[in-house]
């Protein structure tokens, strides 16, 4: 019997929403020199190396209030199965006030699956270090009023950790 949940209801129907507008390629592109890529992801160089990017981001993240959760080392994950990768670090981070107004409520928990918020610190064939993440500000104007409001907010907040990140060092 399938489930009649509002909640579950209004998950599929953004579960549907995206995968539409990937599959039909309707979203923007954001203008760069060197490649057109969606604004969907955000992209940003570093200007030191990968350990010291990981260390100045994780302490940002920490003095803004958020929890680092765990860390991914995908290229360590795929070298254990036989492939070879420059390194790639899928950072989650979580801020408990965010999280907790999404996920208390019955309405808004079906947000789920996008939370805790992801960052990835990688290093590219020619060794540049870029910081990665899902452009949340833009995915919130897709959302109901309410969960829009608080993923607008966490965005932004993440942005800014990022910002003093860079800052820091250069």
Known sequence: M????PSVARGATLALVALLVLATGRFEHQASAQSAKPQFFVETESPANLPRTVEVFLEEARAAGWSLLTTHNMA???SAR???LH???IIEVCSGKYSAELLGKDE???????IPC???IYQTSTG???VSRMNTIMFAGM???AVADVIRKSGEEMEAIIAKTLARLK
């Not at 399938?2 to 949940?5: D, F, T």
């Not at 808004?108 to 996008?114: A, F, I, K």
């Open 2 to 5: 399938p489930i009649k949940s």
């Open 76 to 78: 360590g994950i795929l």
């Open 82 to 84: 036989g492939y070879t």
């Open 87 to 89: 390194p790639v670090l």
């Open 108 to 114: 808004t928990r079906y947000v789920s699956s996008m």
């Open 118 to 120: 992801r960052v990835a």
């Open 128 to 130: 540049k270090v870029v």
């Open 143 to 145: 959302l109901e009023p």
